[in-house]
């Protein structure tokens, strides 16, 4: 059974910096796509930012150059570097990937950039 599981959420002030991890466990022959995303209360779960298998990258604009994603394939971890966080970016961020053609969500972890 593989798994996803995030950490590195938390309260932040704005202007501050956080480091998500996604991590992938069970059995794994290959990962391609990964990416983050996030869900804000009331609003849709939107994709931030995503990394191929190949490390080409992409991000919505609204997170260009204040966010960085990459990737540890020798772990299997995903990570997004985020700085100069707004109270806009207040979300339950979410990583998800495509394990061996399947589908997979982390449960999602709370980040808050709040004064």
């Known amino acids: 059974q593989v798994q996803l599981v995030e950490s590195g959420g938390g309260l932040v002030q704005p202007g501050g910096s956080l480091r998500l991890s996604c991590a992938a466990s069970?059995?794994?022959?290959?990962?391609?796509?990964m990416g983050w995303y996030r869900q804000a209360p009331g609003k849709e779960r939107e994709l931030v930012a995503f990394?191929?298998?190949?490390?080409?990258?992409n991000y919505a604009d609204s997170v260009k150059g204040r966010f960085t994603i990459s990737r540890d394939n020798a772990k299997n971890t995903l990570y997004l570097q985020m700085n100069s966080l707004k109270p806009e970016d207040t979300a339950v961020y979410y990583c998800?990937?495509?394990?061996?053609?399947?589908?997979?969500w982390g449960q999602g972890t709370q980040v808050t950039v709040s004064s």
């Open positions: 069970g059995t794994i022959f290959r990962i391609n796509f």
């Open positions: 990394i191929n298998s190949g490390g080409r990258t």
């Open positions: 998800g990937a495509d394990i061996t053609s399947r589908w997979y």
